[in-house]
């Protein structure tokens, strides 16, 4: 009988919390309780997840209460976070998570155990562009805005992009118009000889 397969927990397809996107939406107010449950899909297999979070931002620091099943367990607790100096010359702060488990602060918690934390958390989990082959790399070095041409256009288009700032063009708007000039650039010819090659 063969062995199960035990590939290590990529990053990129894990369900992840996203602090900006709590706050970007306005789900974390000053001086208010916040009850929301967040619902995903598998990219791969479709099953749907969801989580129950309480945003409690009565104090001087948002606090986030989870609770979830994971395989028929009940799982509950905390995450606090706290802020830092943003490097922009703008000046703010950035809001940021503390993993319960590592005590490092991040943007994101990833589940690649039964828990959200800090994706130093899992030492086996890994992003899907660290094990691509050397061949796979060469071809996304010189292909990758090929690829990337929708998440480009769908970040581009999203309601509230900003694309310039004090009527000059933000970088970020600069480097997703960068892909998609590199993608249209490519003929078709190049893009099928990707797949026979």
Not at 4 to 31: M, Q, V
Not at 140 to 158: M, Q, T
Request: with cysteine; net charge positive; aromatic share 16%.
């Amino acid at each position: 009988m063969p062995k199960p397969a035990n590939f290590p927990p990529l990053l990129d397809n894990c369900l992840n919390l996203n602090i900006t996107y709590y706050k970007r939406e306005g789900f974390i107010e000053k001086g208010k309780i916040r009850n929301l449950t967040s619902t995903w899909k598998h990219p791969r297999t479709y099953d749907e997840s969801s989580i129950s979070l309480t945003i409690d931002n009565r104090e001087h620091s948002p606090v986030f209460n989870l609770s979830y099943r994971n395989n028929g367990e009940l799982i509950e607790y905390t995450v606090h976070t706290t802020t830092m100096p943003s490097n922009l010359k703008s000046g703010g702060e950035i809001l940021y998570f503390i993993c319960p488990f590592t005590g490092l602060a991040c943007l994101n918690l990833y589940k690649t155990t039964k828990y959200f934390a800090h994706r130093k958390y899992n030492k086996e989990a890994t992003y899907d562009s660290q094990i691509q082959s050397k061949k796979m790399r060469d071809i996304f070095s010189y292909y990758g805005a090929y690829f990337e041409y929708e998440r480009a256009c769908a970040k581009l288009y999203k309601k509230h992009f900003k694309n310039t700032y004090n009527g000059k063009p933000t970088k970020r708007y600069i480097k997703l118009r960068a892909i998609l000039d590199r993608a249209n650039s490519f003929s078709s010819d190049e893009i099928i000889g990707l797949f026979y090659v």
